[in-house]
Nanobody
């Protein structure tokens, strides 16, 4: 079992920044790929960014490249998502997820554990 708890969401103006965190507990978090997904109202859940256990391989959705940065601190069992240059279209619930088998690129159905999400709202 892996328990994931996201934090750091909130309301921000266009162009602003937020830093999301995902605290993990349970199985050895540092052994697995970790991912950020998001789901906007009325839309399907989509991958935002992913990082392998070592941090060597990183994936970003085209829509966030150059604006978002994923990182992890395995000693603290924590995953981060630094979001800069936020746009109204970034408004969504952001979820942390773990894939025990590190399948690449990340997709929703391959995730084994999910957090409950944190809401990010970007006002225009």
């Amino acid at each position: 079992q892996v328990q994931l708890v996201e934090s750091g969401g909130g309301l921000v103006q266009t162009g602003g920044s937020l830093r999301l965190s995902c605290a993990a507990s349970g199985r050895t978090f540092g052994s697995y790929a970790a991912n950020w997904f998001r789901q906007a109202p009325g839309k399907e859940r989509e991958v935002v960014a992913a990082i392998t256990w070592s941090g060597v391989n990183i994936y970003y959705a085209d829509s966030v490249k150059g604006r978002f940065t994923i990182s992890r601190d395995n000693a603290k069992n924590t995953l981060y998502l630094q979001m800069n240059g936020l746009k109204p279209e970034d408004t969504a619930v952001y979820y942390c997820a773990v894939d025990l088998n590190t399948r690449w690129p990340p997709i929703v159905r391959n995730m084994d554990y999910w957090g409950k999400g944190t809401l990010v709202t970007v006002s225009s």
